[in-house]
T-cell receptor
Framework: QQPVQSPQAVILREGEDAVINCSSSKALYSVHWYRQKHGEAPVFLMI?????EQKGHEKISASFNEKKQQSSLYLTASQLSYSGTYFCSYSGGSNYKLTFGKGTLLTVNP | GAVVSQHPSRVICKSGTSVKIECRSLDFQATTMFWYRQFPKQSLMLMATSNEGSKATYEQGVEKDKFLINHASLTLSTLTVTSAHPEDSSFYIC??????????FGQGTRLTVV
């Protein structure tokens, strides 16, 4: 079952902040966040493993709630390079296959 | 991180022909490789899991006879789209599992069937 992402799309001006949410009906082993630009492979942003975890690098951070059913990706002081489609995904089972959400299209304008 | 090399990056083929896509793990051995398909403005959908030395596992609704997967060695997995039709035009991408780390994606293949 796909995780549910929201919003589906967001348009920002450079320097503005955004939050992308991801939720699941069941507890997850882990949640992965990726950014994909058109025609390219997804680029790994971060993985969260523990309930209550928060992590980040530079101006992109993420959280995973205690029940491990919701995650949010925080983009602060957005840059033009942040534009792309953001996917959350979760890994389940022993072979670590990923199930992706439908994605959030982020557009950052000058 | 680990490197997965996927070829070709783009291919155009005629309807009814077959196309082979290769995915190689360059600096590690991959016993498992995932194959995803992505239609325009949609998410990545898992098609199948290839396992070295055994039969691939296909997701529900994916035709085994149309999408042939072979994982002949620990560094090479291939996806062959047989008798391709325009509706098979899509972005195909492989990835090796990272376990509790990031997954390692190939560059993707843009298939256009005319």
């Amino acid at each position: 079952q796909q995780p549910v992402q929201s919003p589906q799309a967001v348009i920002l001006r450079e320097g503005e902040d955004a939050v992308i949410n991801c939720s699941s009906s069941k507890a997850l082993y882990s949640v992965h966040w990726y950014r994909q630009k058109h025609g390219e492979a997804p680029v790994f942003l971060m993985i969260l493993l523990k309930g209550g975890e928060q992590k980040g690098h530079e101006k992109i951070s993420a959280s995973f709630n205690e029940k491990k059913q919701q995650s949010s990706l925080y983009l602060t002081a957005s840059q033009l390079s942040y534009s792309g489609t953001y996917f959350c995904s979760y890994s389940g089972g022993s072979n670590y296959k990923l199930t992706f959400g439908k994605g959030t299209l982020l557009t950052v304008n000058p | 991180g680990a490197v997965v090399s996927q070829h070709p990056s783009r291919v155009i083929c005629k309807s009814g022909t077959s196309v082979k896509i290769e995915c190689r793990s360059l600096d590690f051995q991959a016993t498992t490789m995932f194959w995803y398909r992505q239609f325009p403005k949609q998410s990545l959908m898992l098609m199948a899991t290839s396992n070295e030395g055994s039969k691939a596992t296909y997701e529900q609704g994916v035709e085994k006879d149309k999408f042939l997967i072979n994982h002949a060695s620990l560094t090479l997995s291939t996806l062959t789209v047989t008798s391709a039709h325009p509706e098979d035009s899509s972005f195909y991408i492989c990835s090796a599992p990272g376990g509790y780390t990031e997954a390692f994606f190939g560059q993707g293949t843009r298939l256009t069937v005319v």
